[in-house]
């Protein structure tokens, strides 16, 4: 299978996991359109009811009310049963790093405020450490280029993310990210604990100690490896 189809196999063997009269968080990205798409079609088709969703986006959200699945925000709802969510690596220990969508922030509001977390991606998406792919981190604009001085001085290799037209980008809620270009990233919880500690910064994208669930696109089918945490 190629990468879409893989993309699609895993998104839809998670729906497995969403059970009737539940409160499911929808992550983002392109996994995860796959996940929402397949929700969509056995809640149309009544073979999943009384279920609403909480959006980490409002790509996400615009496809799940299209599909008419009930949404609420999430400071409308008391607990989330269960999100699903892609990564962008996830590492031998299932510790992860999102954001490579610039979502994190809402990602990880939603992710804490739920009882259990799937993440959906393909194989590629695997390594024994994480660092290879860029940690993003999202920061106010008042004050960034001293933080990126600070990542710079801590040889995190930072890089302001820009737009095609070389413009920052800006977040949900008008940050910006920069993302460390570190290679490897040996010991994810210090690097995390000093990130939460630097003033400025609003979300990081290492997501440790929190997902429950992950299913893996390989070329032979969807894997389920459960009961993580």
Request: a negative charge.
């Amino acid at each position: 299978m190629n990468q879409d189809e893989l993309k699609k196999a895993v998104g839809e063997r998670s729906v497995d996991f969403i059970k009737s009269n539940s409160v499911v968080g929808l992550g983002t990205g392109s996994t995860v359109y796959y996940m929402i798409e397949e929700l969509g079609r056995r809640y149309q088709a009544g073979e999943i009811n009384n279920i609403v969703g909480v959006s980490t986006s409002s790509r996400s959200q615009k496809q799940a009310e299209a599909l008419g699945i009930p949404m609420k925000e999430l400071n409308d709802v008391d607990h989330i049963d269960l999100t699903i969510d892609g990564a962008d690596q996830i590492d031998k220990n299932f510790q992860g790093i999102k954001g490579g969508g610039g979502a994190h922030l809402l990602e990880k509001m939603v992710a804490v405020n739920s009882n259990k977390v799937l993440w959906i991606v393909d194989q590629s998406k695997m390594a024994d450490q994480l660092g290879s792919f860029p940690l993003p981190i999202e920061v106010i604009p008042f004050g960034c280029q001293k933080i990126f001085d600070i990542l710079e001085k801590e040889n995190l290799k930072p890089k302001f993310r820009l737009d095609d037209q070389g413009n920052r980008v800006t977040t949900h809620n008008n940050n910006y990210i920069i993302d460390l270009h570190c290679g490897v990233i040996e010991h994810p919880h210090i690097l995390a604990d000093w990130l939460d500690h630097l003033v400025g910064i609003v979300a990081h994208g290492l997501f440790l100690d929190i997902v429950n669930t992950v299913v893996v696109g390989y070329d032979d089918g969807p894997k389920v490896i459960d009961n993580i945490r």
